[in-house]
């Protein structure tokens, strides 16, 4: 399988939100490390793999509708 990986700048243009918001709010509450992003070479710059984050995006409001039918 390919994987794409993007910077916060590039992600942020993909998903239509702020840099700064990925990095305060998203990160490490919805995309987590090891699943959504990587530090390569355990450093400081962060690499977000795509075509996970893309997944995880679809399968968020499946979950959430089908929660509100068995309510």
Do not use: C
């Amino acid at each position: 399988m390919k994987t794409t990986y993007l910077t916060t700048s590039e992600l942020a243009e993909r998903i239509k939100y702020d840099a700064r918001t990925i990095r305060n709010q998203l990160k490490d509450s919805v995309l987590l490390e090891g699943i959504h992003y990587i530090r390569p070479f355990g450093g400081r710059k962060i690499l977000y793999l795509w075509e996970k984050i893309e997944v995880d995006m679809f399968k968020a409001p499946a979950i959430n509708s089908l929660m509100m039918g068995i309510r």
